[in-house]
């Protein structure tokens, strides 16, 4: 029986948009939980997976913010970093998003969210970095808590 690399390791965690706003912008409820996040996978090694949507999105939102070139730099690290997977839209990880989209009308889940949740299963993902109910809703745990609103 052979193993390969990925069953040596515990499973990874996949890494959403909020967790990459709140890392870059200091102002952001969540920072400190963010970089929180940020140095305990340094210290322990932890797989880290996203996706082209949450890189997206990324970039969407700093867009015209004084943030955008640390959100360039960002997404460049990110896809040349060892221990990072970013899964690329593929037609298929795109038509299971869209089927999963469809067959919850009754949720308010984005497509992007749709697409990272295909992700998660395709890497064995159980725990993801948002706070975003919607992968609570679909079954996953969420490592970052919502700021509490005023």
């Known amino acids: 029986m052979t193993t390969s690399i990925h069953s040596l390791r515990k499973s990874p965690v996949f890494v959403d948009t909020a967790y990459f706003v709140a890392l870059l912008n200091r102002r952001d409820a969540l920072h400190a939980r963010a970089r929180t996040l940020a140095s305990q996978w340094a210290a322990r090694g932890v797989f880290l997976v996203t996706t082209d949507g949450v890189l997206i999105e990324l970039g969407n939102f700093f867009a015209r913010s004084s943030l955008r070139s640390l959100a360039a730099t960002t997404i460049h690290k990110i896809r040349n970093t060892p221990g990072w997977t970013v ?3 593929s037609v298929d990880l795109l038509d299971r998003a ?5 067959a919850h009308p009754d949720k308010g889940w984005s497509l992007t969210d749709c697409l990272n ?4 299963l395709d890497h064995g993902a159980t725990d993801v970095a948002t706070p975003d109910h919607h992968f609570t809703q679909a079954g996953f745990h969420t490592l ?7």
């Open 87 to 89: 899964d690329r839209i």
């Open 98 to 102: 869209e089927a999963r989209y469809r």
């Open 144 to 150: 970052m808590s919502a700021p509490d609103v005023a």
């Open 117 to 120: 949740m295909e992700a998660m």
